[in-house]
């Protein structure tokens, strides 16, 4: 069983763009529209296509370099709590003129869930993170407005 995922990616973006983006409870799920975390809590996140929202807990935010989320993506939106949840970090860096952004996931191994549901929840997590990173690179780089 995979407990992590994680998935690096570089963006011709300034520093300061990309974590507008990034630092967003749930901006990785489509059209959500939460307000840039400044501090742990509780974000219940709106987004096209569900009719509930969906619960994100900031646990760190150090402005330009860390963010990390905890949610239950498994379970359909239900808040986070031990059993159901896995933690999000995205970690930003200068490289170069880029920017490289590294998303980790982990926590699969502790989901209350069967071994195959708990694979299947890894497996799809790890496609989703490619897509959301290349979602991510094109509107930092494509967005007017530095």
């Not at 930003?92 to 926590?107: H, M």
């Amino acid at each position: 069983m995979e407990d992590r995922i994680e998935e690096r990616i570089t963006i011709r973006a300034s520093q300061d763009k990309v974590w507008r983006l990034i630092a967003r409870p749930g901006w990785w799920l489509p059209g959500s529209g939460a307000e840039p975390a400044r501090g742990p809590g509780r974000v219940a996140v709106t987004y096209r296509g569900d009719e509930r929202p969906y619960v994100v807990d900031v646990v760190r935010v150090e402005p330009q370099g860390y963010a990390s989320f905890r949610w239950a993506s498994a379970f359909g939106g239900a808040a986070p709590v031990p059993g159901n949840a896995t933690l999000v970090e995205f970690y930003l860096r200068p490289v170069g003129d880029e920017v490289g952004v590294t998303v980790v996931e982990s926590g699969f191994a502790s989901l209350d869930l069967p071994e195959a549901l708990r694979d299947s929840e890894w497996t799809g997590n790890k496609g989703g993170w490619q897509y959301e990173l290349a979602g991510l690179r094109t509107r930092a780089e494509l967005s007017p407005g530095e």
